[in-house]
């Protein structure tokens, strides 16, 4: 079955740092691949979108790249800041072998920007 | 603009008992999905419903059920409660013709505690 892996281990950086953040999947590649921000007690949130056919996505100090050849998105946070921390979800949407709708998340890394 | 509202919040039950929990998408949004949290997995998908309609479904015993109404609030039942069930649940909504395909909105959650 199609597994979505993230570090389980939680990354404590400095503040004003790049955070690099790591996605893997098994056997077919997503149509999308989606990063998802979550705080204590909170549902996740949205924050950036790659589909397959794209190599790298931006917004503000975020940046998500997407290989297909190694079934490996990486996510980053530049100039982290402690405001920034939270645990980050990878999410694997639909692909050839899945229905566009089906969701699949990863289990999250848990980021710590340290002042 | 309202985002997506859960209630109840918080919820205890015992082992055998049924539960209902509730969901109003955000406004506009006429796809509900919803998810099942344990304390440092990712959200795993338990369903989703569009025009009234179970449309996808994770791999969740048929104890869990959930309805939509014609307004697209949604209802999650979960029948004979277990133990394994004490999770954060989630709602999720989205519009299933919006670009980006997929993007969803999520609720805070409803923590239910099974003793």
């Known amino acids: 079955s199609q597994k979505i892996e993230q570090n389980s281990e939680a990354l404590n950086i400095q503040e004003g740092k790049t955070a690099t953040l790591t996605c893997n999947y098994t056997n077919y590649s997503p149509a999308y691949l989606q990063w998802y921000r979550q705080d204590p007690g909170r549902g996740p949130v949205f924050l950036l979108l790659?589909?397959?056919?794209?190599k790298e996505k931006r917004k503000e100090r975020l940046k998500v790249t997407f290989d297909t050849t190694l079934k490996q998105s990486l996510f980053h946070i530049t100039a982290s800041q402690p405001a920034d921390s939270a645990t980050y979800l990878c999410a694997h949407v639909g692909g050839r072998y899945s229905s566009a709708s089906k969701i699949i998340f990863g289990s999250g890394t848990r980021l710590s920007i340290r002042p | 603009d309202a985002g997506v509202t859960q209630s109840p919040t918080h919820l205890i039950k015992t082992r055998g008992q049924q539960v209902t929990l509730r969901c109003s998408p955000k406004?506009?949004?006429?796809?509900v999905s919803w998810y099942q949290q344990a304390l440092g997995q990712g959200p795993q998908f338990i369903f989703q419903?569009?025009?009234?309609?179970?449309?996808q479904r994770g791999n969740f015993p048929d104890r869990f059920s959930g309805h939509q109404f014609p307004n697209y609030s949604s209802e999650l039942n979960v029948n004979a409660l277990l133990l394994g069930d004490s999770a954060l649940y989630l709602c999720a909504s989205s519009l299933v013709m919006a670009d980006p395909y997929n993007e969803q909105f999520f609720g805070p959650g409803t923590r239910l505690t099974v003793l």
């Open positions: 790659i589909r397959e056919n794209e």
């Open positions: 419903y569009y025009e009234e309609e179970e449309r």
């Open positions: 406004s506009g949004h006429d796809t």
